[in-house]
């Protein structure tokens, strides 16, 4: 785990066979991506994996041990193909067996639906032995949280609830200020002077997203600091090279 | 490198911090996942890192001793933040170096159009030393296949029209089938009976895709399979679990 310069990290895995088959597009990762950035945690690695407990666990428990947080998505329905909650508890050898809580929340809120809590909707009450509920405003059944690690559902929806009452609970780094600048110049015409601008500049770090448009390239320069008088310092020297580009008339 | 009952497998290797900040939302696992599963490969895993040389060093040679085929998107143009072709030349142990044949038709693109062929331009046609080129249709700087491994642009334009020339050339497997279901159920109403035609097709996937819409639950239900009848048996096995349902008027 990195914990200097008030820096921490995070890491997510969603499973789900249907993230790897095409059938759904991932809308997970863009958000808790968002959701970090903005509170000053730095999402450093995305791995999805199929619905197989062997690689959950071994994806897990290879992020838990490397990043301050560990997000995940999907698996935690009542189906078969549900098995987040018995391969987390794999993962930190614990049982995984019904909750409590989560069985008398559940169970309310299908008795007042006049709705039979069968076997199968009690599954969705199970956790490892020790974790911690993440509150589901959607639909009652619970994620959870263990140690470094916070189990969401794969519906985002559900996944954006949950996460919206897991983020007061983390601590957070000093977060990472951006600024965009808008480059009507290619890579091509750009790149040794903002190589140059990178390296007077290194506290900060210089993205260049080349946009490519109506058979012609232009350029997203993306500035980022955690202080903000050094990302502004950067975000000047990188417009004067605009300027200067421009009065040059460099080919575009 | 999984061979057997003529499984192709494939991973994915998405380079950037852009990815992880939450400034792109990636398009591209999404498209070479519809594309891998209509051909026959079977993506079987994704990871998404940023852009330092020693975490995509560390996670390519991981996913490219597992699987058949490891696709990479991002970090291929010309500046400072691009530093895929010598990340991917440091995992395989080989230099990363100019290109003859990339510099010739990348001089030549850049002649025939008045633009200075300057040492930055030429940086994109670098690569490690033994690689093939994938041709680039979209802006000429090519990307590149070494071994296993097939190293394409970030930008969506250019990486699908790279995997359109390289898809011709891959071993493809029995493609995995797939029909969906939809069923008026939510997941708690329907495990118990799916989880029981699953176990009575075992040569078949059944995925359960809940959608929350409207304040209420449904199914996708996915059925998968490489042969035909075999998926045909388990999708009539599941319209019937359906109309069963529909028939005693469970809760939906």
Same mark, same amino acid.
């Given at each position: 785990m990195t914990n200097d310069n008030n820096i921490v990290t995070a890491a997510m895995l969603a499973i789900g066979d249907e993230l790897l088959s095409g059938r759904t597009k991932d809308k997970n990762i863009g958000h808790l991506a968002d959701i970090l950035t903005a509170i000053g945690i730095d999402l450093e690695e995305v791995r999805i994996v199929p619905d197989e407990q062997g690689r959950i666990v071994e994806a897990l428990n290879s992020l838990r041990q490397r990043y301050d947080y560990v997000f995940t998505s999907g698996g935690?329905? %009542?189906?078969?193909?549900?098995i987040t909650a018995d391969a987390i508890s794999v993962a930190f050898g614990v049982p995984c067996e019904h909750d409590a809580k989560a069985m008398k929340i559940m169970g309310d809120n299908y008795a007042s639906r006049g709705i039979e809590f069968t076997e199968s909707r009690q599954r969705m009450a199970r956790m490892p032995r020790g974790a911690i509920h993440i509150d589901? %405003?959607?639909?009652?059944a619970p994620g959870f949280n263990l140690e470094n690690v916070y189990v969401m559902a794969g519906v985002p929806s559900i996944f954006q609830a949950m996460l919206d009452n897991v983020i007061p609970t983390l601590k957070v780094g000093t977060q990472l200020l951006s600024q965009s600048v808008n480059c009507p110049f290619g890579e091509g015409s750009i790149a040794v002077a903002l190589g140059n601008i990178q390296a007077e500049n290194p506290d900060t770090i210089i993205g260049s997203y080349p946009k490519y448009e109506n058979g012609r390239f232009s350029t997203e320069l993306v500035v980022r600091a955690r202080d903000a008088a050094k990302l502004a310092s950067a975000v000047s020297a990188v417009k004067a090279m605009i300027a200067n580009l421009e009065a040059t008339q460099l080919p575009r």
């Open positions: 935690i329905g %009542p189906t078969h193909d549900d589901n %405003p959607v639909s009652t």
